[in-house]
């Protein structure tokens, strides 16, 4: 595996190869402060590569999702039964979901295929963090045509959510914001 920096504060190991090349540009995170430590205890990173290289979405373009998501206990107590939980829209395909530490299992539901997210990490000490790298691209609609089909903004996928038990047995959770791409013409 090739040590590839994501991000400045998230270094992971990642294999890029071709066709997942290392993506070129990130797509902003709304953020969605439910308390003051989410910040610290729960973050996302996603970049993507388009098809055309150019590092615009444009409809009918294949594009490739590379997503790194982070819990980190910022707290003095261990967290237990930590479990993250995501979604992705049927514009979507998770192709895979690779944690760190703890398993990950992905399912696809509905009659609009959206790909689900679980990921148990367990038991997360006093400073310690889990990383999980996604490999998502976009899919085929059920007509054969690459996803995106029109222009707009999309959600790329509603934000991660930890959750969690204390040292007192409360449950706390938090959670990112939602990701929003453009497609244009």
């Avoid at 107590?77 to 930590?82: D, F, G, H, Q, S």
């Avoid at 790329?156 to 959510?161: D, F, H, I, K, T």
């Amino acid at each position: 595996m090739d040590q590839q920096q994501v991000d400045c504060d998230l270094e992971v190991n990642v294999p890029f190869t071709p066709p997942h090349s290392v993506p070129n540009k990130w797509l902003p995170i709304e953020p969605e402060q439910h308390e003051v430590m989410s910040v610290l205890a729960l973050d996302a990173k996603v970049k993507y590569m388009d098809d055309s290289g150019n590092g615009i979405i444009e409809v009918g373009e294949l594009v490739w999702f590379l997503e790194v998501i982070q819990v980190h206990n910022p707290s003095d107590m261990t967290w237990t039964n930590t479990i993250v939980k995501d979604r992705w829209g049927a514009e979507l395909d998770v192709e895979s979901a690779t944690p760190l530490s703890g398993t990950a299992v992905l399912t696809t539901k509905g009659k609009s295929a959206k790909e689900f997210l679980e990921w148990q990490i367990g038991d997360l000490g006093p400073g310690e963090t889990a990383n999980l790298v996604l490999r998502v691209h976009t899919d085929l609609n059920p007509a054969g045509h690459q996803q995106y089909t029109s222009p707009g903004e999309y959600e790329y996928n509603s934000g991660a959510v930890v959750k969690f038990l204390n040292e007192a047995g409360k449950q706390r959770s938090f959670e990112t914001g939602s990701v929003f791409l453009t497609v244009v013409p």
